[in-house]
C-alpha cells in the first residue's frame, strides 16, 4: 500500500500537477501574508490560514486522485491485491501531499504571518487545526474525483459549492452539521479555542470520517 | 475457481452483461475467450479478476496473485518504462520484472516515455506488469492485438510454462494466438450466455491459413465476397 502511494505521489509529481496546487498555494500565501499582522493575533492568523488553505488542499487531493488514468487504477488495485487497498493508497498519498502544502502554510504563517511567536498551547492547537485541514482537504478532493463525479464541470463545481456551503453552515448556529471552518476562526478570534478544541476537533474529526467513509464506500461499490 | 450462477449488469434495470454463469477452473487450464464485439468478454474477465463484484452468483476460490493484461494500456502517464515497471515491482513486493521486459523484447524501449511508445510496445509493458509477480490467474485481453511477430509466438509458449506451474490462464482472443497449445479450453460468450465448446473451428489437414493485405475500407466488402465463396475467413488485425 505504501508502494502504491508512493507510485501515485510519484506521478502527480512528474507530471507537474503538483504545480497547480503548489503555486495556487503560495499566491494565496503572499497575498495573505503580506504585511505581518500586529502583536496578540497570533492564533487567529493562524487559524484564518488553515480555513483559507482547505479548498487549495482539496484541489491537491482532487488533482492527485485524477492524475491516474482509470485502467490504471484497475491495475494497481489488482497489482495490491484488491480495490480497498488502491482505495487506501490514494487517500493516503492525497493525505501526504494535503499535509506537505498544509504544512508550507503553517510554516509561511509563523514565519511571515505573526509579529511574535504564539504560546505553545496556541501552537499546538492551530497546528492541529491545520492537520485538520488537510483531513479536511482530502475528504472533500476525493469526494470530488473523477472515479466519483466523472463530470470535470460537476466535480469542480461540488468542490467549490461545497467549500462554500461548509462555510455558510459553520457560520450558522449549525456549524455542527459540518467541519466548522467559520467556528474554528471565530474562536481563534475570541481568544477561546483552546478550551472549545476538544468539541471544534471532534466535529471536524467526526465530519472528514465521514466523508472518507462515504468516498470508500462509493469506490468499493463497483 | 469456481463459478456459480454469476450475472453482471452495470446498473439496475439495465439487461444483464453476463447471465448465468457457470464454469470451473482447475490449476494448469488454459482458456481462450471468444465472442464478438461487445458480447461481453472484457465484462466476464473483470468478474474473474475481481475488478467488478457480480450483480448474482458467487466467484469463489480465485487465486491470491492475479495477474491482468488489459487490451489497452493506460500510457497516459509520466513515466518512462524502467520508472513505470520498477514502481509496480514495489507494488508486488520486489517483483523480479526485468527477465519478463527482456523476453518480450522490451529491452531498448526501457528508458522511452510510457506515452511515446506504439501500441504494440505499450501492450507489452501491459504484459510484464501482469506477468511478474507469478500469478495463479493470468487474465489476458486481447493478448495478441498490436504485438510484434516474434512476441506472437513467444505468449503462447509463456501462458504454456505458466500453466505447467499450476496457473490459470484466461484469453479473450479474437486471433486464436493460443490454438497450438495442448488442451486449450475454449469459452464462448453469446448474448452473455457462457458457453463451453471442445473447439473453435478445427483446421483439418489439408487446410491452409493465408493473410491478406487490403485497404481498411474494403474490409467487410472482402469479407463477406469470401465467406460467399464458402471459404472461413475472420478479421485477425485491427484496422490502422
Known sequence: MIALAVFRLAAYVRSHRVYQALLLALAMLAIVYGSRAPKGVETAVLADGAVLIVPILAWAARSLLDTEPDRQRELSAIQAGGRGREVAAGLLAAFAACAVLSALALAWALLLGVSASPPPAALGAAALLYVLAALTGTALGALTSRAVLPSPAVSIMALLLGFMAMLLISASSLYWLTVPLITWMKAADAGDLLTRLPELAAISLAWCTAGLAAYVHLRRRT | MQLTRVSFRYRKRDRLVISHADARLSAGN????????????????????????????????????????????????P??????????????????????????GLGPLLDTALRDLSKGSAHKVGLVQALMAEPGLLILDEPFAGLDAGTRETLPL???????????????????????????????????????????????????????????????????????????????????
Open chain 2, 158 to 240: 509463456i501462458a504454456a510454462e505458466l500453466a505447467q506451474r499450476g496457473a490459470i490462464v484466461i484469453a479473450s482472443d479474437h486471433q486464436s494466438g493460443l490454438r497450438d497449445l495442448p488442451a486449450l479450453r475454449h469459452w464462448a460468450l453469446r448474448d452473455g450466455h457462457l458457453e463451453e465448446s471442445a473447439s473453435p473451428a478445427p483446421e483439418t489437414a489439408g487446410q491452409v491459413t493465408v493473410a491478406v493485405t487490403l485497404p481498411a475500407g474494403d474490409l467487410p466488402r472482402f469479407l463477406a465476397g469470401v465467406r460467399d465463396e464458402g471459404y472461413l475467413a475472420r478479421e485477425i488485425e485491427e484496422s490502422h
Open chain 2, 79 to 104: 513515466f518512462t518504462v524502467t520508472t513505470y515497471l520498477r514502481h509496480m515491482s514495489r507494488v508486488r513486493g520486489g517483483a523480479r520484472w526485468e527477465p519478463w521486459a527482456e523476453r518480450l
Open chain 2, 30 to 77: 488454459v482458456i481462450e475467450l471468444t465472442g464478438a464485439n461487445g458480447a461481453g468478454k472484457s465484462t466476464l474477465l473483470r468478474l474473474l479478476a475481481g475488478l467488478a463484484r457480480p450483480t448474482s452468483g458467487v466467484i469463489a476460490d480465485r487465486p491470491a496473485v492475479v495477474g491482468f493484461a488489459p487490451d489497452r494500456f493506460p500510457t497516459a502517464q
